[in-house]
């Protein structure tokens, strides 16, 4: 009764706004659809093993994000999106639901000052707040474009913003001397609210000034305060994390070649404030970073060289705040053999599932499995490194290319005096082959890799040696204008013992785990493809997932998928 | 800008080797290694005489920090001490034994078993050590009432029903070589005997402190709810602490306060009750007496104490042995 009245009344709100829409042009509409299917079918030997699990399941539903804009006057909009989805399998409106998905107003104060309210998304440097990539996600090809639309789209990760509610404004002034401009940037959100019996509210405030001299150099600074509002909660213990950043960088043009070179350092205290009765104690540690960053580019190519040292002590919840929870139950199959054993997040969740990922800032460590990224597990701000990265970027006419590498080392040992050190490479090629075959139908192949290596002196149990290697290939070829057959392979390999930590909840590590890995995955696809546009697509593919723990040889999970998505930005 | 890679290389290298000492969080060793024996358990201060305030201590030195406990049990006694911590070694401050006990009875003059143990690890030492003197409670305050080495006074008037038995026993006692022997079953009444302990007739008649912030009784009784039919504590022990307000040699409980302490016998072997005596309650039962007196605590004035062992008439059996019956002044007895 209540979804019919909820229909209703959207069938009444949408008809007058679409009539009102026609009428004043202060109205306007966009929005984002999508239809998903996919089905999972077991096979392999745990087919024949697992007969507790269902021999196939699935899921599907289409989705309408309506972007309604309404500008009052020609300096605010107000924007909401709303959504309406519907499940697949459900009859009269029982498996569908209206949210409200995001809503927000913004505006321009005296054509000077700009401001955004509601639902805004953040982003300052990469050690004060920034939304790290998930992990194995940059070397892959373009054809896994279908999931990894899907999960960020969800997840409202728009390039490394962070989505939260709150304000932000900001404005910028040009000067005609010494200073050509100053852009000043400040927000104040909510992270997390009240919750009944639980932790209090978390707030974040933060601000960046930015100040552009002449001669090529800029100026910059910038402060974010994560801290918990005692009042607001019975709990003992109050957050608080500031975290600064200063930078100074320089750029310069010789012979079609640009220069450009970045410092940028800074600090961070992190406290808990407890409160036992009268008594009062504080669980502190501070920590700074420093950045040197160095690049050179052509007009075919770039090089960038850096160095970092981020203390073992540094904490900025709005940079290390990491995408996927490996806590998480997984979508399809989250319990499997005869055991019905919870299945561990893999390379296939990661890749498809968007439902194991975090939308939250934290404000501890969040776990992070060695395996599918040792080396830089909370992006360029993880604690506890030191070392070099090199970048090379080529731009050709039928070929790009890139290769990263990170050569690092911990600054003090994790339960021994010994310190890893650890090395990712990565490389990815991508070929125009319809032009150096000079084909009338586009043919694109693409190959990539990563690898990382993680080694420890020390005895038997300090001794660390892990190799994992990521690689991923995809060849689209266009049947006729705009259709595409696709097809693409990753293979995932680890091997070798790493130490996890445990940490208490006040992020101090207490214990370790002491992790044995051998284990290979794949996820192999073949599809079609049909682009609208880059936005607007449909794709129709089969999947062939495998995973293999040796270390457990009863965790064997062999999947074949049939997916379907439309997909649809505007 | 070559110069710039190369200060890269530079600042690169000079901080590659801005590593810090120590390590963050536990010892993985700690945790996970093998635990080897560097230095085997040394006794330090064998045929120790705690009754002269000597002291032992024990060495040891292990290959990782572990937690570790020595046991040390009476022979004969079978009374136990144990210490225990965790570190790498084990020296004089963190094992230095002065006699006391952890489990009752006291130690006498015999020879102990020592076992080093460890947690979460099979191996374990053992050696022998002799006692030749034990450990004598108090800081020279204590009034001892009866450890009934004597036997018993039979100035202790006391009544027990007739199913029910009190009798001097030898060995195995909390205290010394006697104690006093208190079970039986009574289907009719929950009273199976009481012993009156009047002042006149204690083992030490000196005069106890004014101050019942600082004056302790302390009582040792062995329990063992094992024999009750249904193998639950059905032992009710109860504590009577008479005060002549007046000093006339007479309790009268229409004008002077009795004080209660009353527990359920729920362990098995020997323990020591010690209560502060500003921590006992009044009698509240008008019939019993104690709440018309001036409900000032006056341990100086203690008249007689009773001791009174109880049970479920239903449920039947019930014992609680008692021995070493002493007040202690500052704390409790076994922390002197």
């Known amino acids: 009764m209540k979804t019919k009245h909820t229909y209703l009344f959207f069938v009444f709100f949408l008809s007058s706004q679409l009539l009102f829409s026609q009428i004043d042009s202060r109205v306007w509409y966009d929005g984002n659809s999508r239809a998903m299917f996919y089905r999972d079918a077991l096979a392999g030997d745990l087919k024949k093993s697992d007969t507790t699990s269902a021999r196939s399941n699935g899921e599907g539903y289409t989705a309408i994000d309506l972007g309604i804009h309404f500008n009052p006057s020609k300096e605010i909009e107000i924007f909401s999106e709303i959504r309406i989805k519907n499940d697949f399998g459900y009859m009269w409106g029982s498996g569908a639901y209206v949210d409200l998905r995001r809503l927000s107003v913004r505006g321009i104060l005296n054509d000077r000052v700009s401001f955004n309210l509601g639902d805004i998304y953040l982003k300052q440097t990469e050690f004060t707040l920034y939304n790290n990539d998930q992990e194995l996600s940059k070397y892959e090809s373009s054809v896994f474009q279908s999931y990894n639309d899907l999960i960020n789209y969800e997840n409202f990760y728009e390039e490394n913003y962070w989505r939260t509610q709150g304000i932000q404004s900001n404005f910028s002034y040009t000067f005609y001397n010494a200073i050509k401009s100053l852009e000043l940037d400040g927000f104040a959100s909510r992270v997390r609210g009240n919750q009944w019996l639980g932790k209090p509210e978390l707030l974040m405030l933060g601000g960046s000034s930015i100040l552009r001299l002449e001669n090529n150099i800029k100026l910059a600074g910038h402060y974010i305060n994560s801290f918990e509002v005692q009042s607001t909660s019975n709990d003992s213990a109050v957050y608080k994390n500031p975290v600064f950043n200063i930078q100074a960088s320089y750029y310069k043009k010789i012979n079609n070649r640009t220069y450009s070179m970045k410092i940028e350092g800074g600090s961070s205290l992190r406290s808990w404030k407890k409160t036992n009765g009268s008594q009062q104690s504080i669980e502190k540690s501070q920590g700074g970073y420093f950045k040197f960053f160095s690049k050179a580019r052509t007009k075919k190519s770039t090089i960038d060289l850096s160095f970092k040292y981020v203390d073992p002590n540094f904490r900025s919840a709005g940079a290390q705040t990491r995408r996927v929870i490996y806590e998480s139950s997984p979508s399809s199959y989250p319990y499997f053999t005869n055991n019905t054993v919870l299945r561990p997040v893999s390379l296939m969740d990661i890749t498809t599932d968007p439902n194991i990922y975090n939308q939250r800032l934290s404000t501890v460590l969040m776990n992070f499995n060695p395996q599918y990224g040792a080396v830089n597990p909370y992006g360029e701000a993880t604690p506890n490194r030191a070392g070099v990265s090199g970048v090379y970027n080529y731009i050709g006419n039928f070929l790009t290319g890139e290769i990263k590498l990170n050569l690092l080392s911990e600054i003090i040992g994790q339960g021994t005096a010994n310190k890893r050190s650890l090395l990712s490479l990565g490389t990815s090629v991508v070929v125009r082959l319809d032009k150096v075959l000079k084909t009338k139908n586009k043919l694109n192949f693409e190959i990539s890799s990563y690898l990382e290596n993680v080694s420890r002196d020390g005895n038997s149990i300090e001794e660390i040696d892990f190799h994992s290697r990521l690689l991923s290939a995809g060849l689209s070829y266009e049947l006729f204008e705009n259709l595409k057959l696709i097809s693409g392979i990753k293979t995932f390999v680890s091997i070798g013992n790493e130490v996890g930590t445990e940490r208490d909840e006040y992020d101090k590590i207490i214990g370790y785990s002491l992790f044995n890995f051998d284990s290979e995955e794949s996820i192999q696809l073949i599809g079609l493809q049909y682009n609208f546009t880059d936005d607007i697509y449909f794709s129709l593919q089969t999947n062939t997932i495998n995973f293999v723990d040796k270390m457990s040889l009863d965790k064997e999970l062999k999947l074949t998928r049939i997916y379907f998505m439309f997909n649809m930005n505007l | ?336």
Not at chain 2, 153 to 176: D, H, R, S, V
Not at chain 2, 319 to 326: G, L, P, S
């Open chain 2, 1 to 336: 800008m070559k110069y710039t890679y190369i200060i890269t290389t530079i600042v690169s290298l000079v901080l590659f080797s801005c590593g810090k000492e120590g390590l963050e969080g536990p010892n993985l060793n700690d945790l996970y290694g093998e635990l080897n024996i560097e230095s085997t358990l040394i006794i330090y201060g064998d045929s120790v005489s705690f009754a002269d305030q000597e002291e032992v201590f024990f060495s040891a030195e292990f290959s990782k920090i572990v937690d570790w406990t020595i046991k040390i049990t009476g022979i004969s006694s079978q009374s136990e001490k144990i210490i225990s911590g965790k570190s790498n070694s084990i020296n004089k401050n963190n094992s230095l034994w002065a006699g006391d006990v952890t489990s009752l009875p006291f130690f006498s003059s015999e020879d102990c078993s020592v076992l080093l143990s460890f947690k979460n690890h099979d191996d374990s030492i053992f050696d022998i050590l002799n006692i030749s003197s034990q450990k004598i409670y108090g800081n020279g305050k204590e009034v001892l009432i009866s450890d009934f080495e004597n036997g018993f006074n039979p100035n202790f008037t006391n009544f027990f029903q007739t199913t029910c038995l009190k009798k001097i026993e030898i060995g195995n006692a909390g205290e010394g070589t006697k104690f006093l022997r208190q079970e039986g079953t009574c289907d009719w009444d929950w009273l199976i005997g009481y012993v009156d302990y009047p002042k006149a007739n204690w083992y030490q008649q000196e005069v106890l402190s004014a101050n019942p912030d600082n004056v302790y009784f302390n009582i040792m009784i062995y329990g063992d709810s094992t024999l009750s039919p249904t193998n639950e504590a059905n032992s009710l022990f109860k504590i009577e602490f008479y005060e002549d307000e007046n000093q006339d040699n007479y309790y009268d409980p229409n004008s002077e306060d009795r004080l209660d302490l009353e527990f359920n016998i729920d362990w098995n072997g020997w323990k020591m009750i010690s209560v502060r005596y500003s921590d006992l309650v009044l009698a509240t039962d008008p019939n019993g007496g104690g709440v018309n007196g001036n409900a000032i605590r006056e341990p100086n004035k203690v008249f007689k104490v009773r001791t009174l062992l109880l049970a479920n008439p239903v449920s039947g059996f019930a014992k609680a042995d008692v021995d070493y019956i002493i007040w202690s002044e500052d704390s409790p007895i076994l922390e002197q």
